[in-house]
Every structure is written in C-alpha cells, then in structure tokens.
C-alpha cells in the first residue's frame, strides 16, 4: 500500500491531495476550517445528502493560485481535486459521527481558552481577542465552535487508526533511510528568454483558452448595499460623567492591578501544627506593629528560604497566581500595607504591598471617562436598538430610517458574497443580504449584531446575476493566461529537448547551479527542483536527468549522486513513518467510504 502511494504522488495534484489530507487533522490547520458551507444552488457536491458549497471549494482554489502552489491554467484541474479533497473529508467526519466520537461542550472551550491565538499579552484567554480573530478569518463562535469540534474527531479518528497500524522493523528502517537519503545534483533554470523565438499569442488562441476556461473568467452574483450602523461608542459620547464615578471606576482598576508583594510564611503541618504555626506567626505580627522593619521580621521567621533573606519578595504577581485566600488579602491592600494573618492551605501567611505599578488617575483619565461613558450608555443604547428595529421593520427604505435616527446611510459598490470587505465582510452581513426576504422580497434586514457594541441593518438597492465576463471584457487577463500557458509548453518542449541531448552525452551551454548533500527537507534549490530531484531513479552509471516547473518556467536537472541517510536504531520510528503508515491506512478507509456512500457532483 505503501508503494500504491509514492507511485500516485508524482503530480502536483496528488501533492496536494496528500498534503490536504494531513493538514485536515492540523488543530488549526488553515485548509481545515473551510467556513461555513452553502447550500441548494451553491453546492459543488453532496454526499450522502450533506452538501459541500462552491465557496467552500472556491477559497481553497483562490488561496492556491494566488500563492503560486498551481499554475493559472490548471485551475480546472485544481477544482476538480479540492472538491475530491473536500468529499474525502465529509465521508471522514460522517464516518466519525457515525462512530460515536464525541467531544463536550467544556472539552471545546478547554481548546480554546488554551489556544495561544486567542490569549493576550499575559497569557491568558481574551475574549477581544477571541472574537476579532474569528472576525477577520469569517467565523461567528458559533460556527467555529462546529468546524473546531469536527476538526477534533478527524485528529481522534487519525490517531486512532495510526496507532492501529502495524509497522514491522525492516519497514521502518528503510523508511529511515530514505527520510535521511541525501542527493548531489545541480539544475539550470529557464526562463521565457532562453527560448529561440519569443511566443506569439494569436486571437485563435486567446479564443481557445477562453473557451476551455470560461469558468475563471465568471462574475458572481452581486448586489449593492445600503446599510446603516448604530455603535454604542457614539451613543456614550452624549452621555455625562461625574467625576467621583471615574475615581470609582480608578480605584476598581487598581484595586486588581498587577502588583510587587512580599510574605512571611509559617508552615504547619508535618513538623510544626496550625496552633504553633499561629503562635510564631503572631509573633511575628507583634514585631512588625511595634515598627521593625518587614526585612528584618521575614529573615528571622520566615519558612520561605527562597524569599526570606530577600525580604520576603516575592515579586510581581497576578490574581490567580497564589490561590484565592492569598489574593484575596493581596488585591485589598493598599501600596505599603501589610495584611492581617491569612491562610494560605499550607501555611500561614503575613503580606506586604510593596508596588503597585500602576498608571496615575491623570494619566487614565481619558480611558476612564470612556469607559464610564459606555457604561452609562447601556439603556440609551439598547433604546436606540429597539428604536432601529422597530424603524427598519415598518419602513420601505433605509434612508428614512437614517434620518429618523440621525444615522449616516453608506452604500457600496457592487459586491458579492466573498468580495465585500469592511462592515459588510463581518461574519452574518452578506449571508443577511442574500438572504430571501432582504434579496428577493426587498425588505430592510433583521437587526444584525456586529459585536457588543454595535449593530446594522442591510437593505439590498440593486442587484445582477451571475454571469460568464464577455471575451472583449477580459481579453487583457486572457491574454496573459495564454501567454503563461503557451510559454510554459514551449519551454517544457526546450527542456526535454535539452534533457535528450544529455542523455546521450552530447554538451550543451547552461547555467548550472550546484547542489551538494540536499535533504528533502532542504537544500539550495527551488522547492519544485528539490522534489523532482527526489524522484529520479538513482543514477547507476552516468547521471540521471528530468525536468521541474518552477515559478519563473522550467529547470533542467541533472543527478549526480545518491546517499542513503543513517538508519540509526530500528525500533525509532521516524515522524515520517508514522505520518505515512497513518496516511496509507486513512486512504484506504476513504476509499471504501467513497465506494458505499452515495456522492453526486454538482
């Protein structure tokens, strides 16, 4: 099964597959979360009557292109194999499903307070975070929390089956060799300059290209958007505050901020009981009302050793940091108090505030009366909401609800589901736009809930179908298509010429560069190169030669030598072993999935 594999991974297409399967299984791998999916007239396949959208397909097509992984012109083929991909991870997830695998509602928000995407600065689970994350990727929580709990059972239903597998000892140690196998080569890049004849494209041709590729030159269906935004931030601007509610609001902040503390720590427990641990700490305690000096006390009391000839410093801390009794005394103290007698669980505890580093009541006055402002501002916005909503349901536009309301009414240009940017790129705004009653019917749309503190309402002014561009529309873009396609055949045609000669030993004039002991993790040379370099046989006398797309055209290669790397202890199964054993045993499940499901292409 093994061999099955490498023998159908030699084109860019079954690369892709390969990686896509594994990348599928990453936590947060970025070809995984594929976004919510479209349905009826929008699905690209169902299977076994759950849908796979077009624009579920379209951004994993897009995102390849535009980094460069597949050429223009096979784009085509690219459509074909994403949605090949796509399908193999429906049957998976079905097939999970169907096999029990569940993971809670607390298991998932464990994954994501965890997750270092959605922390701050101090390492800890930021909501703000969280949600402008979700934002900027097209994710609403609730539809992140699903593809998250899918991604989840694919990595549960891979590791199952990878462990499953059986790997014998000579398997792996060959399989270590070649993860090792290192290789001397050198290349010459070509380049459209090197070909004799410079590649004319005619109008025959760019008529041609066009017509086997009118699906790249498709405009969407679009609309476009009159919208008005109702946010909190204004509403609060009209808002007063007094002056001891931002002293209030000061004093809530830098009752929780970070501080530098110092402690006296009594132990009770195997040596010493809770009785003598309060009898020496009150002893402690009477030293410090009479003024001794709180150094001077936690050297002479202190259990601490870590800290007690410090001071007592414990440095700066947190709330949590300590447990609960601990902050709790900590976070009421005042900067130079020192606490009455805590217990901390396993000890007994004396704590001084020796810092708060904390910015003065000037220096946050301004954040403060805007925070206070917004505050404040809750019932006069959830008013204005209510008023918006009551507006925009009776009205048969949307200016009169602007003016009502004394909100700017913006408009855009024509846009469709995937091109919008801005307001309309947030999660929910176009799916309201295209939605029936908005669409079709031409009414305002339901209130929709941006964030906290906003909220819009869409209302849809005009509105095209989708449409295949005209020829003399695009004809730059066509032309360039060929051009590329045209110039890449004739230097494939180059090269192979070039590598003949080479075979036969006959000279010819390159620009050569050498490489020496490449791994296929790496070496000096175009990815492409590199894995071509990989794939030739072995060059029993003489050298062996090929060729490789690169970004720019095409390079002639030529191999030189071959090294098996070292195999070191059998028994050490390299990540790539596992990878492949995994891989080969998640194939074969697919395609017996793909063999009894029932899959209609759209």
């Known amino acids: 099964m093994l061999q099955r594999i490498r023998e159908g991974s030699q084109g860019w297409a079954a690369k892709m597959i ?54 223009p012109d096979q784009e085509r083929e690219l459509r074909k194999q994403v949605t090949d991909q796509l399908i193999s991870t ?26 270092p995407e959605f922390q701050d600065s101090e390492g800890s689970f930021s909501q703000e975070v969280f949600s402008n994350r979700l934002s900027q990727a097209g994710y609403t929580p609730l539809s992140f929390r699903k593809e998250l709990r899918s991604d989840m059972k694919r990595q549960q239903l891979q590791q199952g089956i990878g462990l499953s597998t059986l790997l014998l000892p000579g398997e792996a140690k060959r399989l270590q060799a070649l993860e090792n196998q290192t290789r001397d080569f050198r290349y010459a890049a070509l380049q459209a300059d090197d070909l004799d004849t410079p590649v004319e494209v005619s109008q025959d041709d760019m008529q041609a290209y066009y ?6 030159y498709q405009r969407p269906e679009q609309v476009k958007v009159a919208y008005v935004v109702l946010d909190q931030q204004e509403v609060a601007q009209d808002v007063d505050v007094d002056e001891q509610q931002l002293r209030d609001a000061y004093a809530e902040e830098r009752q929780d901020a970070p501080r530098e503390v110092a402690h006296i720590m009594v132990d009770y427990g195997d040596e010493r009981s809770r009785d003598e641990a309060m009898t020496r ?23 601490d050793s870590a800290t007690a000839d410090q001071g007592g410093d414990l440095g700066v801390i947190n709330r949590g940091f300590l447990g609960e009794a601990f902050d709790d005394a900590a976070f009421s103290l005042g900067e130079g108090d020192v606490s009455s007698i805590v217990d901390g669980g396993d000890g007994l505890h004396l704590i001084k505030v020796t810092d708060i580093d904390f910015p003065s009541f000037d220096e946050r006055r301004d954040q403060l009366a805007e925070q206070v402002r917004l505050d404040n501002s809750s019932d006069a916005f959830n008013e204005r909401v209510q008023a918006l909503e009551d507006q925009s ?149 003489g050298s ?31 990540q790539m072993t596992q990878r492949l054993r995994a891989q080969a045993a998640i194939q074969g499940l697919t ?12």
């Open 18 to 71: 390969v990686g896509a399967i594994i990348v599928t299984f990453a936590l947060f791998g970025a070809e995984s979360l594929v976004g919510v999916f479209t349905s009826g007239s929008n699905d690209a396949a169902t299977v076994n009557g759950e849908s796979i959208g077009k624009r579920a397909v379209e951004m994993q097509v897009q995102r390849a292109i535009r980094s460069g992984q597949v050429p």
């Open 90 to 115: 429906e049957l998976l997830d079905q097939y999970a499903e169907e096999g029990g695998m569940h993971l809670s509602d607390a298991q998932i928000d464990q994954l994501i307070v965890s997750r």
């Open 211 to 216: 017509d086997a590729h009118q699906d790249q």
């Open 281 to 303: 700490i009150e002893e402690a305690q009477d030293k410090l009302d009479g003024g001794e000096d709180f150094a001077a006390v936690a050297a002479e009391y202190s259990d």
């Open 393 to 541: 349901y009776a009205a048969e536009d949307l200016q009169s609800v602007a003016d009502e309301l004394g909100l700017e009414m913006q408009t855009s240009d024509w846009v469709s589901r995937d091109s919008a940017d801005g307001v309309l790129a947030e999660p929910g705004v176009m799916d309201a736009a295209f939605s029936e009653d908005v669409l079709e019917n031409g009414y305002n749309s339901d209130i929709l809930e941006l964030d906290d503190q906003r909220r819009a309402v869409v209302r849809v002014t005009d509105h095209r179908d989708a449409t295949t561009l005209p020829l003399d529309e695009v004809k730059d873009r066509v032309r360039e298509a060929t051009q590329a396609v045209k110039t890449r055949k004739a230097l494939e045609a180059h090269a192979q010429t070039l590598v003949e000669a080479l075979k036969k030993g006959e000279s010819v004039s390159l620009d050569w560069q050498s490489v020496e002991e490449a791994t296929r993790d790496g070496g000096n040379a175009p990815d492409g190169v590199l894995r071509q370099a990989f794939r030739l046989p072995h060059p029993d006398q």
């Open 544 to 574: 062996s030669f090929g060729q490789a797309p690169t970004d720019e055209g095409v390079a002639v290669i030529e191999l030189t030598d071959v090294r098996d790397g070292d195999t070191g202890d059998a028994s050490d199964s390299t």
């Open 591 to 602: 395609e017996t999935l793909r063999e009894e499901a029932d899959i209609e292409r759209h």
